[in-house]
Structure formats: structure tokens, C-alpha cells
């Protein structure tokens, strides 16, 4: 074999793993993989040699990496916060009596108790990440502890506990509070938050010094199953003052109080505990039809719309929503268009109850209406000049323009009368103008002939505003020989009109002479058909003008949506004055008959309605779906896109394409997808954990101020949104904040408890202590503790005290901000210093 001397090299060992032979430079493959600075920080990352990048590049990217895996951790979250729903929803059918006795209610309640499903799979769902990425680091590190996955433990509770609850407590509308409900079950849970984390100062700096015992995982653990079956026991008023009905005996009804299910089924509630049944629908619809113009499709997207509000959110499906609206996905909510939103916020002026009170008239409050007096009107052929009348109603305090024309009918312009083209201006106040018609007389013999007055708005766009046409835009004038008063009458005998149509309009004509101003008088009759009941009866007077010779009568039919048999009223004239007289119909009936069509498009509105709903799932039911979803900005809804939910889309769409693989959760009812995605929130999670202790070490920062910082941030951030969300549209605070205090318990019991009891009892297999310094993280969770405790205080002080509204959210303007404020500055306070310390600026706690 040749040697070194031999082949004339000459070898000298240079910088770290490199060499220089012949005054080259060479390195190592092990230097090139693995000797350069951070390299070794990762599990998982990096994947290839980051050898010769600058470092600042390497930075930046890792950031950007950083941010984008929240996205995609977010994303897989939405899927496995759907399979908790699915898992959570199930419901049984309970029985209760009602006024008819062969049909009782029926009410379906959950069979998960809010506070077990809260703090097991909920809180699950939304802390899945700093649990697993505690549990990887303590694996990834031979079962030894690390900074980071303890550090974003803490660091998320106090983001959570400061910053939410902040941002809650500021964005209730102004005059608005919000109270926690179930302030027993709130109780459990601060006070359990606070022993997590003294329990956990304990451990570290007293019981066993800066090692965790397996006794001491076991209880962190056991801690756990206590506080969940503690909140379930105040939930259900085990504990204090015991209900006066024995609770024991009772069904449970979910959100049900004792004495409280009579009122809330009396209620006008139109969806029943968030079900679409078909009298609730039938209900919603008649109101809905009180609003022109509105389509069936219209009503069917304001009855999901309603629906959604009717049932009860947790503060997963307030989460799901937050994580979709910063991704671009399909919303939790309908979108409604700025005529529909107006309506819906008619309909829901009242802020305890979905609807009540009655529909607002459609009035023309915006704009003056313009019409004629009359449709037709009769005139002899030698009467000359003649009287039009146009009259204004509606908006007054504005002066306004319309132009009047004549239109040809049998009679021609020139020939007949004199042809009118020019524009009318109403001063302000003016209700009334009349305008002058000329007739021709010739010698000849004609027949009876007709011509038009037409109104219409004039070109000029700045002169049509605020002036639309009335229902008589276009008046008729009939030129005959006849000077007599005339008789009036109706046309027929009856009338047959549909249930639905809102008006019934009837016609009174006058016959055999137009001269003069006549008047007659009518008033309805009772018969199957009752006023009040079927339609709005009453009394009138109709007015003839000179030469009119056509007024309506309009009566409103009621709309009750009810299959019935056909009803009849009567409507009767009497005492006609001005040399009238009565014709040979002075009476006529009116038919009321049941629409022809009323299952089917109530089939439809069901249909429909259902459709919407079926969109708004949190969960997808195929693969399909769930690809059709992942493929489309706002899940297919383009027509509510907007362009933030493209870019967001278009950022996302990566991770969107991976996860729509995850089995739906349709199968198996919903636990296959549970457990799919929680595996790729873990290895999700793996990556961040590399992502953020490379990014940190890049750029000078501890793993603790790290997690504490940029990985406590972006996972809580599609909380905040969540919790924002759930505090304006809520009735309550307990999905705004009432369960933040769970989710930092179950935070400590599982994020630590867990990971600390499998290294606990393997290195006690090994004979070889677990060690956990106290250090950085001791100083963290004293001081936090005690933070803690000033915060729940607060919360308590604004319940009790008027000054704040007597709610721990909103209340009076300056002390709601200055209460948001204050909880502001202890996260700063916190962040700060628990900074300082990991640098040694307050001194290294052993």
C-alpha cells in the first residue's frame, strides 16, 4: 500500500472537520452534513446539507417555514376538531308532553356532557399541538427534557389567558356584556389552572429538586380524570345548593334548567333547538314573505342562516371557523349578500329572542312616489280641456321631477287630442299636481277610442334620485259620448284568489257616464272566511274623479301556510253619492283557495334549506366533498369570495390537497379520522419543533424564549380568532373564556403529565434519574402562577362590581378597556421577564 511520503502529500489539518493536502482545502462529509452551526438542533430537520448557505438566508427561511407549518397545523387541526364533532354529536330522542296528547315533543339532546366533552376531546382538539410537540421533544430526546415543548406549555396558557381574554373582553359591541352560564363548572377550572401550575412550581423547586419522580408524573396525570369528573359533578349541581327537583330521577335535557323547558318550547322559536322541521319552516317562511322581492332560494339561505344561530356552538365550531376564514375555506356561516343582511338584521333587532315583533312595512321613506290618481279615466268627445291628476306621497322634503307623455291607442295624437310631452317638478311639500288634457271635436261619428298618459323618470341620473314610479304609471283616457254620473259596480260576481297572494284586488267600475266627482261606500262580509283570521276586512269610501271610471279595492289576505279547505268573504257596495247609483252587482264573493302548489314548494324550501345547511357542516360525509373543498376558494362558494380568501387559498393550497386524504369523518363515525390526523398533527408538530429550535438557535434566541414567543403565538392564534368570534355572537362567555382556564389545565396534565410519566418510568427501569432543571421554566411558571391569579381576580371583580357591567366581558367603554388593557400588560410583563431571566439578567434559578 502506497503512504503518505510515497505520494509526496503533504496533509496539515485545518478549520473543524477540514483539511488542507497539497494547500487544498478539503472537508469531511460529516462536517458537510452535520458540523455547521444549528445542525444538530433538529429531530427530523434538516433534511440536506445546509453546508454552504448564509446563515441569514437560512433564518428566513426557517421563519417562513415556521409560519407556513402554522397554517398547516391549523388546517389538519379543522380536520380533526370535524371528527371530534362527529364524535361529540351523537344525540338521543327524548320525550316530553304536550297540549296535544297523541303528540308529544320530541327533543334531541347530546349524549355528551358539554363540560366532559370540553375538557376531553375539545381541549384535545384545540392543544393537540403543544401536547404532541411536548411529547416528540421528550422521545426525540432519549426521554430526557427539553425547553421548548415545556416552554410553549406555559407560554400558550398565559397568550391564552392574558390575550384572549383581552381581546374578548374589549371586542363586545358597545352596551353589551356577556356573563359565563356556568360559573360552577368556570370555578373548577381557574382553580384546577392554578394547582396545575403551583403543583408543577412544586415539583421543580421543592419536592424533588430539579427531578421529576414517577409518583410525582402519576399524580400530574391523575390530575386530569379528577378535573374532569370535578366539572362534570358541578355541571350537574352536585355540588352547593342542591336544585329543588332531585336531579337524580330527572332526564337529563342538555343546556335544559329545571322549569325552564316550558318556556323555552312556548317560545316564537321557529327552529327548535337548531332542527329544521317543517311547521318551524312554515313559520320562518311567512315572515320571510313579508320582505319584497326575495326569492325562495333567498329564504331558504336566511332559514340556514337562522338555524345556525338557533343551535348552541362550542368553541370548537367557533375555532373551525377561525382557522377557515384565515385559510380561505368554506365558512361556518352563510354568506349573505348586503339586501339579505339587511333583512336578517330586521329579523333580529330583538337581542333575546331570534324574531319578534312584527315585520316592518315596506314604506317609501328613501324616495317620493309618483303616480296617477286613477288608471282610467272617460271623457266626452266636446268636453275640451280636461283635469289629470298627479299626485306624491312618500318622502316630501325634497324637490322632485317626472316627465308625463302621451301614448297613441286607437285614438291618434293630432287627431284626437292633443299630444303632451313635458316634465312636472313637485316643490317640497307638494303632494298634488294636475296637469291639462285637450280633447279634439270633430263631426264625424267614431266609435269610443282610447289613448295613454305615461310618467316616467327623466334621463338625467342625478334627477332620478330619490324619485321612483308609483303602481299608476300609465293612466288610461277613453273618449266617449256620455255626460251622465253613471252607475258603479263590480265587474263580477267573485272573485277566486290564492291564499298566497299577499293582496286580493277587486274592481269597481263606473258605467253609463263619467260626469262629475261621484263616491260609494263599501265594507266586507263575514262568511267561511273570517276577518282577522283569513284576510283584513273593514270599511271604505272609493272616490270617482270627473271622468273616472275605475277604482280597485284591496283587501290583504292572510297567509297562514296551512292546507284548508277553500273560504269565502263578501264585499258589498252601498250609498253612492254625487247622482250615482248602484249597478246590477253590488255584491261579489271572494274565494280564498289553498295554493295548488304549497307541499311542493314547501318540499323544496325544505330541500333547499337542507342544501345550505349540508354546506355549512363542519364535517365532510365523502372524499369527494372533502377534495371539492380543498380544490376551491371558500369550498366552492366563489361567488362570496374575496380576494383575501384567494390569497389565503392560494397560500394553503398545499397543505389543503395533502389533508383532504384523511379519511372523512363519516367512517366509522368519525374516530378513523381522529386518529389519522392527530398522526399527522404529530409529525406536523415534529417539523415546527425542529423549525422553531433551529430558527431560535440562528438568531441568538433560548428554546424557552422561543416558545414562549413565536411557537406559543402561532398556535394560539386561531384561538384568539375563535374566542373573539364566539364573545360578539354568543349569549354567554364560556366559549369565549370560560374555557380557556380548562384548556391550560389539560395543557399541564397532558402536555406534561403524560410525556413525564413515560420518561419518569423509563429512567426508573434504567436506574438513572429524570431530570428536569427548574431554571428558566421554574421562574416561568412562578411567575405566571402568579399572574394567574391577579387575571381570575379581574374576571371576578368585573362580574361582581357595576362599575364594570357586572359581566366579565364588555360593560361600560373605559373600564372594559381598561381592564383589556391591564391584561395586555401582564402578557408583556410575563414575556419580558421570563426573556430576562433565560439570559440571566434576574439570575439562573437552580
Keep these: 500500500m502506497a503512504t503518505n511520503a510515497s505520494l509526496d502529500l503533504d496533509i496539515q489539518d485545518g478549520a473543524g472537520d477540514s483539511y488542507i493536502i497539497n494547500n487544498n482545502s478539503y472537508v469531511s462529509a460529516k462536517e458537510v452534513y452535520g458540523g455547521y452551526r444549528c445542525a444538530d438542533r433538529g429531530l427530523l430537520l434538516p433534511f440536506i446539507s445546509e453546508y454552504t448557505w448564509p446563515e441569514e438566508v437560512r433564518a428566513l427561511l426557517y421563519l417562513v417555514g415556521l409560519l407556513y407549518c402554522f397554517l398547516g397545523v391549523a388546517i389538519i387541526a379543522d380536520i380533526f376538531m370535524g371528527s371530534i364533532e362527529k364524535i361529540t354529536s351523537k344525540t338521543r330522542k327524548v320525550y316530553l308532553t304536550s297540549e296535544k296528547e297523541d303528540e308529544p315533543e320530541v327533543i334531541e339532546v347530546r349524549i355528551w356532557s358539554d363540560a366532559v366533552a370540553n375538557l376531553t376531546l375539545m381541549a384535545l382538539g384545540s392543544s393537540a399541538p403543544e401536547i404532541l410537540l411536548s411529547i416528540i421533544e421528550v422521545i426525540g430526546n432519549g426521554f430526557n427534557s427539553g425547553e421548548l415543548g415545556p416552554g410553549t406549555i406555559v407560554g400558550s396558557a398565559a397568550f391564552n389567558l392574558f390575550v384572549i381574554s383581552a381581546v374578548c373582553v374589549i371586542s363586545i359591541p358597545e352596551g353589551e356584556t356577556r356573563r359565563i352560564k356556568d360559573i360552577k363548572v368556570f370555578a373548577v377550572t381557574a382553580v384546577f389552572s392554578i394547582v396545575a401550575y403551583l403543583w408543577l412550581l412544586i415539583m421543580l423547586v421543592s419536592v424533588s429538586v430539579n427531578e421529576v419522580e414517577v409518583w410525582e408524573a402519576v399524580v400530574t396525570f391523575l390530575l386530569f380524570p379528577s378535573l374532569v369528573i370535578l366539572a362534570w359533578l358541578a355541571e350537574k349541581n352536585f355540588c352547593g345548593v342542591p336544585n329543588k327537583t332531585d336531579t337524580s330521577k330527572q332526564i337529563e335535557l342538555g343546556n335544559f334548567q329545571p322549569g325552564e323547558t316550558d318556556k323555552f318550547l312556548k317560545e316564537r322559536q321557529y327552529f327548535r333547538d337548531g332542527r329544521l322541521d317543517r311547521d318551524g319552516l312554515v313559520a320562518f317562511i311567512k315572515e320571510v314573505k313579508n320582505y319584497p322581492g326575495l326569492t325562495d332560494e333567498d329564504a331558504a339561505v336566511l332559514a340556514a342562516s337562522k338555524l345556525v344561530e338557533s343551535q348552541s356552538h362550542s368553541r370548537m365550531w367557533y375555532r373551525v371557523g377561525a382557522v377557515r376564514s384565515m385559510t380561505g375555506g368554506r365558512k361556518t356561516q352563510p354568506q349573505l349578500s348586503y339586501k339579505l343582511k339587511e333583512v336578517y338584521s330586521a329579523m333580529n333587532e330583538h337581542p333575546e329572542a331570534p324574531t319578534v315583533g312584527e315585520v316592518p312595512k315596506v314604506m317609501p321613506h328613501k324616495n317620493a312616489i309618483i303616480d296617477f290618481h286613477a288608471a282610467t279615466a272617460a271623457v266626452m268627445e266636446n268636453i275640451g280641456k280636461f283635469p289629470v291628476a298627479i299626485c306624491r306621497s312618500g318622502k316630501l322634503d325634497s324637490r322632485v321631477s317626472i316627465r308625463v307623455e302621451t301614448i297613441d291607442g286607437t285614438a291618434t295624437e293630432g287627431q284626437d287630442y292633443i299630444p303632451i310631452n313635458e316634465v312636472i317638478t313637485f316643490e317640497s311639500g307638494e303632494t298634488e299636481k294636475i296637469i291639462e288634457v285637450e280633447i279634439i271635436n270633430d263631426n264625424q261619428w267614431e266609435p269610443d277610442e282610447e289613448f295613454f298618459l305615461k310618467l316616467s323618470l327623466l334621463v338625467d341620473s342625478e334627477k332620478r334620485k330619490g324619485v321612483q314610479l308609483g303602481r299608476i304609471s300609465i293612466m288610461e283616457i277613453t273618449i266617449l259620448n256620455d255626460d251622465e254620473p253613471g252607475m258603479v259596480m263590480f265587474q263580477k260576481r267573485g272573485f277566486l284568489v290564492k291564499e298566497s297572494i299577499g293582496n286580493a284586488v277587486i274592481p269597481v ?135 383575501m380568501d384567494y390569497v389565503l387559498h392560494f397560500l394553503t393550497f398545499g397543505w389543503k390537497i395533502i389533508f383532504s386524504l384523511v379519511p372523512p369523518p363519516s367512517i366509522l363515525g368519525g374516530w378513523l379520522c381522529f386518529f389519522v390526523s392527530l398522526g399527522a398533527i404529530g409529525v406536523l408538530t415534529a417539523i415546527i419543533g425542529d423549525l422553531a429550535s433551529i430558527f431560535g438557535c440562528l438568531v441568538g434566541l433560548e428554546d424557552s424564549v422561543t416558545a414562549i414567543t413565536f411557537v406559543a403565538l402561532g398556535t394560539s392564534l386561531p384561538d384568539t380568532f375563535a374566542s373573539k368570534t364566539a364573545a360578539v355572537q354568543e349569549k354567554f362567555a364560556d366559549n369565549a373564556v370560560g374555557n380557556v382556564t380548562g384548556s391550560n389545565s389539560v395543557n399541564v396534565f397532558l402536555g406534561l403529565g403524560l410525556p413525564w410519566l413515560i420518561a419518569s418510568i423509563y429512567h426508573a427501569v434504567k436506574g438513572t434519574p429524570f431530570v428536569v432543571k427548574a431554571g428558566s421554566l421554574g421562574f416561568s411558571v412562578g411567575l405566571f402562577t402568579g399572574l394567574c391569579v391577579v387575571t381570575i381576580g379581574l374576571l371576578m371583580c368585573r362580574r361582581v362590581f357595576g362599575v364594570f357591567g357586572k359581566a366579565e366581558l364588555g360593560g361600560p367603554t373605559i373600564p372594559k378597556y381598561i381592564s383589556g388593557f391591564a391584561m395586555i400588560c401582564l402578557w408583556l410583563i410575563y414575556v419580558l421577564c421570563a426573556s430576562f431571566q433565560a439570559y440571566g439578567h434576574f439570575g439562573k434559578v437552580k
Design 509 to 643: 267600475v263606473r258605467k253609463n257616464g263619467a260626469d262629475g266627482e261621484i263616491t260609494v261606500k263599501w265594507r266586507t262580509i263575514d262568511k267561511s272566511a273570517v276577518s282577522g283570521r283569513d284576510f283584513e276586512g273593514g270599511e271604505g269610501i272609493l272616490i270617482f274623479k270627473h271622468t273616472e271610471i275605475e277604482q280597485n279595492i284591496e283587501i290583504p289576505i292572510i297567509d297562514d301556510m296551512t292546507p284548508e279547505k277553500d273560504e269565502h268573504f263578501e264585499i258589498e257596495l252601498y250609498n253612492p253619492e254625487g247622482g250615482a247609483k248602484l249597478g246590477q252587482i253590488s255584491r261579489t264573493a271572494v274565494t280564498i283557495t289553498n295554493d295548488d302548489d304549497f307541499n311542493n314548494v314547501l318540499s323544496n324550501m325544505m330541500m333547499m334549506t337542507n342544501a345550505n345547511l349540508d354546506a355549512l357542516q363542519v364535517h365532510h360525509d365523502t372524499y369527494v366533498s372533502q377534495i371539492k373543498d380543498a380544490l376551491n376558494v371558500n369550498g366552492g362558494d366563489i361567488e362570496n369570495a374575496t380576494g
